[in-house]
């Protein structure tokens, strides 16, 4: 079930709030990220509930902070971060990063959400595989899994369920 979700003003309310006592405190620790926050700042979300509604239950627990893990991913990957254990315990620790992701530091999402947010769209046990945190794959596992993939493109098949059509989708939608 999908949880609370904070409009995008209130995000940008939050963030310039939130950010006003560090800008006073330390300027630089602030303007380091200032590429990530002008990119968030104007990234409407709302958009993307519309197209990940679909996506949850009515009956499970609710999902809460679906924009801001959103987000926490977009931030990783501007600022070069390729694991997902290794940008949460960045998060977990930069004042400045939660609050640019729309949280404070003690409702950073945990770990585990933030891999539960991928799984809604990877359904291939095989893709899963490989973003659980806790198991380790040997590399006989990961060479099948690559050799597959490459067969499937050498015959021209699509990579099934196709998660990057939704996440190309979604930032069709959000960016106009």
């Known amino acids: 079930m999908l949880g609370s979700w904070r409009s995008h003003a209130a995000y940008q309310s939050f963030l310039i709030e939130t950010l006003y006592p560090f800008w006073h405190s330390d300027p630089q620790r602030v303007k380091q990220y200032a590429d990530l926050i002008a990119k968030l700042y104007v990234l409407?979300?709302?958009k993307?509930?519309?197209i990940i509604f679909s996506r949850f239950s009515f009956t499970d627990r609710p999902s809460n902070q679906q924009p801001e893990i959103f987000r926490s991913f977009v931030a990783m990957l501007e600022l070069g971060e390729t694991r997902i254990n290794n940008w949460h315990k960045r998060l977990s620790s930069d004042d400045v990063l939660c609050a640019v992701i729309g949280v404070l530091p003690e409702n950073v999402p945990a770990l585990g959400?933030?891999?539960h947010f991928?799984?809604?769209?990877?359904k291939n046990p095989e893709v899963e595989l490989i973003h659980t945190p806790l198991k380790k794959t040997d590399n006989d596992t990961r060479?099948?899994?690559?050799k597959k993939y490459v067969e499937?493109?050498?015959?021209?098949?699509p990579f099934e369920p196709q998660p990057e059509i939704l996440l190309q989708e979604i930032f069709a939608?959000?960016?106009r």
Do not use: E, M, S
Not at 143 to 146: E, F, G, P
Not at 152 to 157: D, E, I, M
């Open 143 to 146: 060479l099948h899994i690559v």
């Open 113 to 115: 959400t933030h891999y």
């Open 44 to 46: 409407d979300l709302g």
């Open 173 to 175: 939608k959000v960016n």
């Open 118 to 122: 991928i799984t809604r769209w990877l």
């Open 152 to 157: 499937r493109a050498l015959q021209g098949l």
């Open 48 to 50: 993307f509930l519309k």
